[in-house]
């Protein structure tokens, strides 16, 4: 029984790896190099705690030079971080962040792992950390990653020894990592997962150091080495033309939403670990001493004798005349007892066998989504580019197990065509990333299944399997089933194949704000998962609010197509918040998710099932102006939140801003890192100072100081230093230190308690230096830490205000939190009133 889990364990991760990318088409040079990664029997682990934490360099070292098989073992997803290139934020984000790993990983060689842990957002101390993420299920589900992966090396991204010099979710990645080191082999720690999988103890475990955990290139140099390996990660792989540094800056290059798109690097680089576990190593190879030969397994002797001789008198010019050793090799290897290296291999040698016998597999639907209940046509094409008998026996449908018989014979070049039908069970689950099935909390994501947790994404809803007769010997091969189309302006396309709800539905706003108890349209759009649909949506609201009419009837002729239904929603008179969904009714089917598509050219499209709803707040809110001009940075959904509350908001690019363009907005906001990633900026401060010194309100919201443009050292009319603090706990106590500021009072009274409810922090990148002719308004700090008084900063200039603030007002306007709302209506406010303020204080 327990090896029937460990076929299936390692069925589904292999079912998770195939993703609806271009098929892999290797060179000659590429199969060669393929090839020799066969005959490695070793492999690596990698441990951070985020996308892009992971050494791209030494990940492609490993896999490329060492030729073993390496992963990168990410805690988080990334879910807690910013975008640059688009909306996505919180756990869209954490998907996005999850094919841009995968993206990497195909570019340098690697596979890819993570834990359950939510990435809640910048964290000071794995105390913190630790207590947010439930330890004891990230450990375990370290533990799970050593135990599947079976590694024989460990690499630490980030020193176990120094928490609260950097995040805590660093510090707490390498000390699960260490702790994990000595529980993996405990048959008494999680031996629930001995079910599923054996204990297993690595050899050994380092931490990659470098100058920076030392603080400068001299103090390195100084440090003892004598624990350390050195290895020059910038070597040159002539069989793919490529140098180690460009795969792994080209792999690195991937991370788009964190805006890590670099050049490509050339030249030695010396990479350094430091041993903290197990045995240190004769010569710089974290391999030394492990068997890493085909005999490291009983009866790979034979095996690996057949499969050096094909790397050795490897024929570039024709890789199909290793087919029959390729194919003999694999017979032998089904042989094995152990169950780890033959699951492995087998994929890798059925791999080989496809490239060197030209063998083209594929399963394409005619559209990218299917419905449960609905009825699928899938176009098979098969194509055999050598000049070896390959016979397909038949084709299956994975999982509904239904086959095509073939029996035919695939002649060099021939392009064979088979179409195979089916229904789509009314049962099937929709296709969805496996860990969003269900609520969540702030630091972990539940998984029910031991057997999916860590898989980077859920495997594709159907399959198709090959059976292929090479000389008398079957071997199945595994095709996703996808949907390969073309656009004019892009050309030939793959999207995954995904299984959705007959109708999804969305409010066209997230947040609703409501300042007086007076009714607003609320707009819902319907969108069909299939042809000729018709039913009726409601909303369910919370107590105190009311929609008119009840429901409202809909019909939808063509899949794909939307209609938008219009409610009138009452709020209470009193304030209020909560959430409101929206329910469509098919027949006796009720349908209550909301369709969200990520869509970049650098990851295959994403479909994700949300909870269909929105936010409602009722709350007293005053404000003065009606036009904003919103200059947007590295993207965020401020402008949205602001038209909530009345606001005109008109979006401008810095093209935009010229002499006295300004002049008829009541306020300019600086969008979020807009210093960061707009060059154009620069040409335009000048152009800003003056709205403001003419009567015009400039808001800035924060920047990373880590990622600074020199040519903006005049963020600021007067003199103003970005730093990293920050206070990352949303519910720190906030002292208002001027009171009688009017932005704290005008056109709203602003109190402590409007802090409650903050979300994943209370800012980020605060300054530490500035003018005295700004007033710090707020006070607040992480627990054990001397208050900062940079969050919010206001002066006067001219006739007009700057404000600078590193509040987190990006993440909650749209999280709806009412007295975020109430401080930036004052923030656009400020000046166009009149009020008493402390002596010291203008405004």
């Not at 791999?351 to 639907?365: D, F, K, R, T, W």
């Not at 018989?405 to 179409?419: A, D, G, R, Y």
């Not at 409610?567 to 209020?576: A, I, Q, R």
């Amino acid at each position: 029984m327990r090896n029937f889990w460990v076929s299936l364990l390692a069925i589904v991760i292999v079912s998770a790896s195939l993703a609806a990318q271009k098929p892999n088409k290797p060179t000659s040079a590429e199969i060669y190099h393929d090839l020799q990664k066969l005959n490695f029997l070793g492999t690596a682990l990698y441990i951070a705690a985020h996308p892009d934490d992971e050494n791209t360099r030494l990940i492609s070292y490993l896999s490329n030079h060492d030729k073993a098989r390496t992963a990168y073992l990410s805690i988080t997803r990334g879910d807690g971080g910013q975008n640059l290139i688009g909306p996505e934020l919180r756990e869209l984000l954490g998907v996005l962040r999850t094919q841009e790993l995968l993206a990497a990983r195909r570019i340098d060689g690697g596979e890819q792992r993570f834990t359950r842990a939510n990435d809640f957002g910048y964290s000071k101390n794995p105390k913190e950390t630790l207590r947010i993420w439930d330890k004891e299920k990230v450990l375990g589900d370290v533990v799970w990653a050593i135990r599947t992966l079976k590694p024989d090396v460990i690499v630490n991204r980030f020193d176990h020894r120094t928490p609260g010099s950097t995040h805590g979710h660093h510090t707490s990645s390498a000390m699960l990592s260490l702790e994990a080191f000595d529980l993996s082999n405990n048959p008494q720690a999680f031996s629930d997962q001995l079910q599923l999988t054996s204990t297993w103890q690595p050899r050994r475990v380092f931490f990659n150091t470098s100058w920076w955990f030392y603080g400068s290139q001299e103090n390195f140099e100084k440090a003892d080495k004598s624990n350390m390996l050195k290895l020059d990660v910038g070597v040159y792989y002539p069989e793919l033309g490529l140098s180690n540094n460009e795969i792994a800056s080209s792999a690195s290059s991937q991370h788009l939403c964190q805006g890590f798109g670099r050049v490509t690097t050339r030249g030695s680089q010396d990479e350094y670990v430091e041993l903290l576990k197990g045995d240190l190593p004769t010569n710089n190879n974290l391999f030394d001493g492990i068997n890493t030969s085909w005999s490291r397994i009983a009866g790979g002797e034979a095996i690996g004798t057949i499969l050096h001789k094909v790397e050795d008198n490897f024929d570039f010019r024709n890789p199909s005349k290793h087919v029959p050793e390729l194919v003999r090799a694999y017979q032998l290897l089904q042989n094995v007892e152990d169950e780890h290296w033959k699951k492995i291999k087998s994929e890798e040698l059925k791999s080989l066998i496809l490239a060197c016998s030209g063998l083209y597999l594929e399963a394409n639907s005619q559209a990218a989504s299917t419905t449960p209940g609905s009825s699928v046509a899938l176009q098979i094409e098969t194509v055999n580019r050598s000049d070896r008998p390959i016979h397909l026996k038949e084709i299956i449908l994975m999982p509904t197990g239904k086959i095509l018989p073939v029996n035919q014979q695939l002649t060099h070049n021939k392009k064979e065509s088979f179409q195979l039908d089916f229904e789509v069970r009314a049962a099937t689950p929709y296709s969805n990333p496996y860990w969003l099935n269900q609520p969540g909390t702030l630091g972990m994501y539940p998984v029910a299944e031991q057997i999916m947790i860590g898989i980077p994404e859920t495997p594709s809803a159907f399959s198709t399997q090959f059976i292929l007769d090479f000389d008398g010997v079957e071997i199945p091969f595994k095709k996703p089933v996808v949907y390969r189309y073309s656009k004019p302006e892009k050309g030939e396309l793959y999207e995954p194949f995904v299984v959705l709800p007959q109708a999804t539905s969305r409010f066209d706003e997230k947040v609703l704000v409501f300042s007086e108890a007076v009714p607003k349209d609320v707009s819902v759009t319907i969108k069909a998962g299939k042809d000729s649909i018709s039913g009726m949506v409601a909303l369910a609201l919370p107590a105190g609010w009311h929609a008119s009419p009840n429901h409202i009837l809909f019909s939808i002729d063509k899949k794909g197509q939307e209609q938008a239904v219009t409610f009138k929603v009452t709020p209470p008179h009193k304030e209020s918040e909560g959430h409101i969904s929206s329910i469509v009714t098919i027949g006796d089917k009720v349908f209550d998710k909301e369709l969200v598509q990520i869509d970049y050219d650098h990851v295959p499209k994403q479909s994700i099932l949300l909870a269909s709803q929105a936010k409602v707040v009722r709350m007293d809110i005053q404000k003065t102006g009606e036009h904003i001009a919103y200059i947007m940075g590295a993207g965020d959904k401020v402008p949205e939140s602001l038209e909530q509350i009345g606001y005109t908001v008109h979006n401008l690019v810095p093209e935009d801003i010229q002499e006295g363009a300004l002049d008829k907005y009541d306020a300019v906001v600086v969008g979020i890192r807009a210093y960061n990633v707009l060059d154009a900026l620069k040409f335009k401060q000048p152009l800003l100072f003056d709205y403001v010194k003419n009567g015009g309100n400039m808001i800035v919201q924060y920047n990373t100081a880590n990622r600074w443009r020199k040519q903006f050292e005049a963020i600021a009319p007067y003199s103003l230093t970005l730093s990293r603090n920050r206070v990352t706990d949303e519910n720190a106590p906030v002292e208002i230190i001027a009171k009688n500021h009017s932005l704290v009072n005008f056109p709203n009274k602003i109190q402590t308690d409007d802090f409650d409810g903050w979300v994943q922090e209370r800012g980020l990148y605060y300054p530490n230096k500035w003018d005295e002719r700004f007033t710090p308004v707020l006070s607040m700090n992480d627990e054990d830490e001397t208050p900062s008084q940079g969050a919010l900063l206001a002066a006067p200039y001219g006739q007009g205000y700057y404000i600078y603030t590193g509040l987190s007002f990006f993440r909650e306007l749209p999280a709806g939190v009412s007295g975020a709302y109430k401080l930036f209506a004052n923030m656009l406010s400020i000046g166009k009133n009149e009020v008493k303020t402390d002596s010291n204080v203008k405004g």
